[in-house]
């Protein structure tokens, strides 16, 4: 069993070969997706949505991403491990070093931020810090509050040429992975052939160079809503196990994601 890093996931885009990620929050299936051999398992604030029943990520602390992060670390041994950064854990650049390193500390192997340019000195800081950052750009939940809603984001020209800008500048600033949620399919495309580090897709098409599903939704036992972009595994296959068998096999595939669940 070879442990996958940052090297593995930066060969894979190389090679052309398509990253499979989901998320978890407990041991147990963080245990079941890594004997899949799952690539990448994100500790999400979706945690707030789908283990809470809260409308959106903003009520998810520090502590609770850590609580859930020590226990995927104890599931997982050979899945590339992400923890989420929380809203507002990251608002200063001091106050990101401080929270990474908790996150870190429960088992992390790096951490995820959304947004754009405002987080290049937070990024750059982190990283020199020795704390590898996952960027997330498009429809960022965090920000639900600013876009009026949980809607697909980069639909304008202007806003697609300014999220690519973002993407690039991100890379310069030492993001090793980056996280485009429901953004058109060509524009996910633009950015994936713009950068060099690799790009994970949620609603983004399948031409990013891999795919994450919440868990919940990859299962079709989300709480509240089952987003259209996502697909019920589970019903298809019957077992939890196959289900997520069958969507690692079909994003290595490219057969997942098809055109009834990106946005053009
Ligand atoms: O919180 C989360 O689960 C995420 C994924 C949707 C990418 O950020």
Redesign the pocket.
């Known amino acids: 069993m070879k442990k996958i890093t940052v090297s593995t996931l930066l060969k894979m885009k190389a090679e052309q070969e398509k990253i499979a990620?989901i998320?978890a929050y407990d041991a147990s299936f963080a245990k079941l997706f890594d004997e899949q051999n799952i690539d990448v398992i994100?500790?999400?604030?979706?945690?707030g949505?789908?283990l809470k029943g809260e409308e959106d990520?903003l009520g998810v602390s520090v502590d609770e991403l850590a609580y859930h992060t020590k226990s995927v670390r104890n599931g997982a041994q050979r899945a590339f491990v992400i923890a989420?950064m929380p809203f507002m854990s990251y608002a200063s650049p001091e106050q990101s070093y401080q929270n990474a390193a908790t996150l870190m500390r429960a088992g992390a192997s790096m951490v995820?931020v959304?947004g754009g340019e405002w987080l290049l000195d937070t990024i750059s800081g982190l990283v020199e810090r020795s704390v590898p950052v996952c960027g997330?750009l498009g429809l960022t939940?965090q920000s639900v509050n600013v876009f009026g809603g949980f809607k697909v984001q980069g639909r304008e020209q202007s806003q697609a040429d300014a999220l690519l800008e973002s993407a690039i500048a991100l890379e310069k600033a030492g993001i090793q992975l980056l996280?485009l949620?429901c953004v058109p399919a060509a524009l996910a495309k633009r950015v994936t052939q713009s950068v060099s580090i690799p790009v994970?897709g949620?609603g983004a098409g399948v031409d990013t160079d891999g795919q994450?599903?919440?868990m919940h939704d990859m299962l079709g036992i989300s709480a509240n809503y089952m987003p259209k972009f996502s697909k019920d595994f589970l019903a298809q296959t019957g077992d939890i196990r196959q289900a997520v068998a069958t969507y690692i096999e079909d994003v290595k595939a490219r057969n997942f994601p098809t055109e009834a669940h990106w946005f053009n």
């Open positions: 990620a998320t994100l500790i999400g604030d979706s945690l949505m789908v990520t989420d995820k959304e997330h939940p996280v949620e994970i949620i994450i599903l919440v």
